[in-house]
T-cell receptor
Framework: SQTIHQWPATLVQPVGSPLSLECTVE??????LYWYRQAAGRGLQLLFY??????ISSEVPQNLSASRPQDRQFILSSKKLLLSDSGFYLC???????????FGEGSRLTVL | AQTVTQSQPEMSVQEAETVTLSCTYD???????LFWYKQPPSRQMILVIR??????QNATENRFSVNFQKAAKSFSLKISDSQLGDTAMYFC???????????FGTGTSLTVIP
C-alpha cells in the first residue's frame, strides 16, 4: 500500500533562518507531488507541484523553493524565513490524470 | 482560470440529522473531476468522495452523497445521519482533465452537535 511521510511535524524558527521540510512517498512510482500551505481557517494555497524528477512548477513567487532529488522525495526550502511564512504545510501526491490527492499529516511552521 | 467557491464558512447540524454543503465552480473545461475532502481537527486531509464530470450519476459513499449539476456548475455534498466524527473542515476541489493542478475552495467548517 502507498504511504506518505512528511516531517518535521512541528517547527519553530527565527526570522531569517533556513527551512527544510521533507516529504517522501512509498509504494508507488512517478507520482505527481505537491506542496500546499494552509493559513489558519483558510483554504489551501498551492505552492509547488512536480510531475517528475527535477521538474518543478511554482505557483506563488516568494522566498520558498522546492526540489525533487528523487522520484518519491519532495523538499520545500527557504534560505531566509519571513514572518509571513508561518502556516501549516501539506505535502500531497497523486498518480496522474483524475487521481485523488493523498495528503501527508502536515508540518506546522511558526516563524518568530 | 478555474475557481471554486464554498459560500458557507461555517455550518452546524444536529447529530443524526442531514446537512448539505454547497460548492460551485467556474470552468470552461468539459471534462474534469470534482472532490470533497475532509480535514478533521487532527489535521490529516482525507478524501470523502470523487465525481467524474462525464458521469451523470451522482457519486455516493455510504452516508455521503453528492448532487452534481454540471450545467449549473454545482457540486454539493450531502451528509446523512450526521455523526460526531463528521465534525471537520470540508473542502471542495476541482481537477481539470487536461492538467495536474487542483483548485480548492476555502472550506466549510462543519460542527455536529450532540
Amino acid at each position: 500500500s502507498q504511504t506518505i511521510h512528511q516531517w518535521p511535524a512541528t517547527l519553530v524558527q527565527p526570522v531569517g533562518s533556513p527551512l527544510s521540510l521533507e516529504c517522501t512517498v512509498e509504494g508507488t512510482s512517478n507520482p505527481n507531488l505537491y506542496w500546499y500551505r494552509q493559513a489558519a481557517g483558510r483554504g489551501l494555497q498551492l505552492l509547488f507541484y512536480s510531475v517528475g524528477i527535477g521538474q518543478i512548477s511554482s505557483e506563488v513567487p516568494q522566498n520558498l523553493s522546492a526540489s525533487r532529488p528523487q522520484d518519491r522525495q519532495f523538499i520545500l526550502s527557504s534560505k531566509k524565513l519571513l514572518l509571513s511564512d508561518s502556516g501549516f504545510y501539506l505535502c500531497a501526491w497523486n498518480t496522474g490524470v483524475g487521481g485523488e490527492l493523498f495528503f501527508g499529516e502536515g508540518s506546522r511552521l511558526t516563524v518568530l | 482560470a478555474q475557481t471554486v467557491t464554498q459560500s458557507q464558512p461555517e455550518m452546524s447540524v444536529q447529530e443524526a440529522e442531514t446537512v448539505t454543503l454547497s460548492c460551485t465552480y467556474d470552468t470552461s473545461e468539459n471534462n474534469y473531476y470534482l472532490f470533497w475532502y475532509k480535514q478533521p481537527p487532527s489535521r490529516q486531509m482525507i478524501l470523502v468522495i470523487r465525481q467524474e464530470a462525464y458521469k451523470q450519476q451522482n457519486a455516493t459513499e455510504n452516508r455521503f452523497s453528492v448532487n452534481f449539476q454540471k450545467a449549473a456548475k454545482s457540486f454539493s455534498l450531502k451528509i446523512s445521519d450526521s455523526q460526531l466524527g463528521d465534525t471537520a473542515m470540508y473542502f471542495c476541489a476541482f481537477l481539470p482533465n487536461t492538467g495536474n493542478q487542483f483548485y480548492f475552495g476555502t472550506g466549510t467548517s462543519l460542527t455536529v452537535i450532540p
